[in-house]
C-alpha cells in the first residue's frame, strides 16, 4: 500500500507541494514502519504538514495497552481537520489491504462526509483507491 502513495508524496514534494497529510498504519511500529526514515525526513523537513501513526499490535499509550488502533481510527478522531481539508479542495488516496484497512476508511469515510459527498469526490479524481 505505502509504496503506491509514496511514489505520490514523492511528485507533490518535487513540484514544490508541502500540504500533505499522511496517514499511516501497520502492525508494529519496530517491524512494519516502512520508509520510517523517508517520512520522519519528510515531516522534519516540513514536506508532510500532518502525519498519523496506527500500530495495531503495539502497546502503547497510543491506544491505551489494550484497544487496537488503526487507520480508520485515527481518521475518525480527526473529523474536523478531515472535513475542513476537504472543503479546501483536498483529495484522498486510499492505498492498503482491500478486506481490513480500505473497507474500515471507506465506512468512516461515509460516516463523515456521506456516499453523496464520495461519490462526487470520486468523480472529480479526488477520492481514488489502490487496494488489493
Not at 519496530?30 to 520522519?40: G, T
Not at 502525519?51 to 488502533?69: K, P, W, Y
Amino acid at each position: 500500500g505505502m509504496a503506491g502513495l509514496r511514489a505520490q508524496l514523492k511528485a507533490r514534494i518535487a513540484a514544490g507541494r508541502r500540504r500533505n497529510w499522511l496517514l499511516f498504519g501497520e502492525r508494529s511500529a519496530q517491524h512494519d514502519f516502512f520508509f520510517r526514515e523517508e517520512i520522519e525526513n519528510w515531516q522534519a523537513n516540513g514536506m508532510l504538514q500532518r502525519t498519523d501513526l496506527a500500530f495495531s499490535r503495539d502497546r502503547s499509550e497510543q491506544n491505551h495497552g489494550t484497544t487496537r488502533l488503526y487507520v480508520q481510527d485515527k481518521l475518525r478522531q480527526s473529523e474536523d481537520e478531515l472535513r475542513r481539508w476537504i472543503a479546501e479542495g483536498a483529495a484522498i488516496y486510499v492505498c492498503g489491504s482491500l478486506e481490513g484497512m480500505a473497507a474500515g476508511v471507506a465506512r468512516v469515510l461515509r460516516d463523515l462526509l456521506g456516499e453523496d459527498a464520495l461519490e462526487s469526490m470520486a468523480a472529480q479524481g479526488r477520492y481514488r483507491r489502490d487496494v488489493y
